[in-house]
Antibody, heavy 123, light 108 residues
Framework: EAQLVESGGGLVKPGESLRLSCAAS????????MTWVRQAPGKGPEWVGH??????????EYAAPVKGRFTISRDDSKDTLFLQMNSLKIEDTGVYYC??????????????WGQGTLVTVSS | DIQMTQSPSSVSASVGDRVTITCQAS??????LNWYQQKPGKAPKLLIY???NLETGVPSRFSGSGSGTDFTFTINNLLPEDIATYYC??????????FGGGTKVEIK
């Protein structure tokens, strides 16, 4: 069964850093494009960024609010996705999900979500 | 950026009722619209993709329609287990996607 498990969330102060991990299992991780989605308390989900597979050059794109502060990477040898978050702001608070799309589609149809990891940025 | 406006923000209905939620895009997104169900403490779950396609394993009481800027999501014969928040999500400008603000469905 395909599964994603996030870890690394926690309570940090504004300006601090945090690194999230997402362990994948049950599918060919190296073949898929991966996306981070976050959800602030009481709000709808928000796209954070995306990394393509190695076959597509591991191209990465970020949402405007996190560009320059967040870095997405992947280690296909360990079936793991990462999100390095620097210069954290209060508005970065929320549950962070790693996700991937419905197979054999062009993207944007999210069928696999992790359980989420909570990031709280507070002074 | 594409904005997605969902309405209503909450709805209270009786078991067996039909519930309708609308989602309006700020620009033409063709048919690239999904609907998700989210229960408290859980990740969203895909119900409908490409505006009207029922995801495998999802009960047929859920349906979607629309194209362009205006979309509708319907739950026929509301059941207690349908209590959740529902989100629309566009994917016309990949890789970024945009979600609506959500509609909370409650039992009257």
């Amino acid at each position: 069964e395909a599964q994603l498990v996030e870890s690394g969330g926690g309570l940090v102060k504004p300006g601090e850093s945090l690194r999230l991990s997402c362990a994948a299992s049950g599918f060919s991780f190296r073949s898929v494009w991966m996306t981070w989605v976050r959800q602030a308390p009481g709000k709808g989900p928000e796209w954070v960024g995306h990394i393509k597979s190695k076959a597509y050059g591991e191209t990465i794109e970020y949402a405007a609010p996190v560009k320059g502060r967040f870095t997405i990477s992947r280690d296909d040898s360990k079936d793991t996705l990462f999100l390095q978050m620097n210069s954290l702001k209060i508005e970065d608070t929320g549950v962070y999900y790693c996700t991937t799309d419905k197979p054999y589609t062009a993207g944007g149809v999210i069928t696999l979500w992790g359980q989420g990891t909570l990031v709280t940025v507070s002074s | 950026d594409i904005q997605m406006t969902q309405s209503p923000s909450s709805v209270s209905a009786s078991v067996g009722d039909r519930v309708t939620i609308t989602c309006q895009a700020s620009q033409d997104i063709r048919k690239y619209l999904n609907w998700y169900q989210q229960k408290p403490g859980k990740a969203p779950k895909l119900l409908i993709y490409e505006a009207s396609n029922l995801e495998t394993g999802v009960p047929s009481r859920f349906s979607g329609s629309g194209s362009g800027t205006d979309f509708t999501f319907t739950i026929n014969n509301l059941l207690p287990e349908d209590i959740a928040t529902y989100y629309c999500q566009e994917y016309d400008n990949l890789p970024s996607v945009t979600f609506g603000g959500g509609t909370k469905v409650e039992i009257k």
